[in-house]
């Protein structure tokens, strides 16, 4: 692990960091400064002259690093990356619930839950640290940036872990909505067992039958239609395990597919500043014994289904 950041946080947004090898250049690295070694290190995309004569790389004291200093093997520098100018995501973050040790809000959909890839700015974790003034915030679980509604976020790194076992030990009783066609064929409520496997590099996961492939079930939903709405219906879907996508494979794989799922049951090319078709997927409840007090807590989205594009 790194030792404590020297660099402030930025736009709520930690600095980046990076270690330097641990051989010198009498031992055959092919570095003799830390310029040559950065330039090497990072991307082309990145301006590391002008990030130096900036001084905006730093060793753990504070002090600037310079294109000319003797290689140091074993040396953390420190930096704060050049953020793409990102689009506002529509809509608001929600404050469900605040205290001491937790924060619970209502997400909107195309709002990634922590800064990944493109969506820096624009995530739950950057936009409340600096909102709610809070450095340490972090989630205890994830939403992905397409589904909307409920998420929980420790308030300071100590609090994380309790909450977080509680997600990992499923001791979390959660409830999801979802509009999709309405198959009267499919014989509801039911209960879809099956084995689920995210390749790297895919954007789909892979769905396994265990009784056909002989594999044990690591996806388990419980799926029932609440509502009609015309040719479509609110289901009601209660996980009972974790895996990538398992809702939306799920209801994909009994022939509904959720309304506007940008990946299932094929992929569709969108670009990610297209807030214009909101996937119809709500994290409606969630419901666990505090891991510090012992007190039952409970939390439901403000929102309904269908969830309304960003124009209206």
Excluded at 11 to 38: F, K
Excluded at 251 to 256: F, P
Aim: hydrophobic share 35%; with cysteine; aromatic share 6%.
């Amino acid at each position: 692990m790194p030792p404590r950041s020297p660099l402030p946080q930025r736009h709520g947004l930690s600095a980046a960091w990076l270690r330097a090898p641990d051989r010198s250049p009498d031992r055959g690295t092919p570095w003799s400064t830390m310029g040559e070694w950065l330039r090497e290190r990072l991307p082309e995309r990145v301006d590391v002259d002008a990030m130096l004569c900036g001084a905006r790389f730093v060793y753990d004291d504070g002090a600037s690093v310079a294109a000319g200093d003797r290689y140091r093997p074993h040396t953390f520098v420190w930096f704060h990356r050049d953020l793409r100018d990102e689009p506002d995501v529509p809509g608001t973050i929600d404050v469900l619930h605040r205290d001491e040790r937790i924060v619970v809000v209502d997400k909107p959909p195309f709002l990634s839950t922590i800064p990944r890839g493109r969506h820096v700015r624009q995530s739950v974790v950057v936009r409340l640290r600096a909102e709610l003034g809070l450095p340490e915030l972090s989630p205890v679980h994830r939403l992905d940036r397409v589904t909307s509604g409920v998420l929980v976020l420790a308030t300071e790194r100590r609090w994380r872990g309790p909450y977080q076992t509680l997600f990992q030990n499923r001791d979390v009783r959660k409830v999801y909505r979802a509009l999709a066609p309405v198959d009267p064929s499919l014989a509801l409520p039911c209960t879809v067992r099956n084995r689920i496997v995210k390749a790297r590099g895919r954007w789909q996961v892979d769905v396994q039958d265990c009784e056909r492939d002989g594999v044990e079930p690591n996806a388990v939903t419980v799926i029932a239609l609440e509502e009609r709405l015309g040719e479509r219906g609110v289901y009601r879907l209660e996980p009972h395990t974790g895996r990538t996508h398992q809702l939306r494979a799920h209801l994909n794989g009994l022939g509904i597919p959720i309304v506007d799922d940008p990946l299932y049951p094929v992929v569709r090319e969108v670009d990610v500043d297209d807030f214009t078709r909101p996937l119809q997927l709500l994290a409606s409840e969630l419901e666990f014994v505090d891991p510090i007090d012992g007190a039952p807590r409970r939390f439901a989205s403000g929102r309904s289904l269908p969830l309304l594009a960003a124009s209206s």
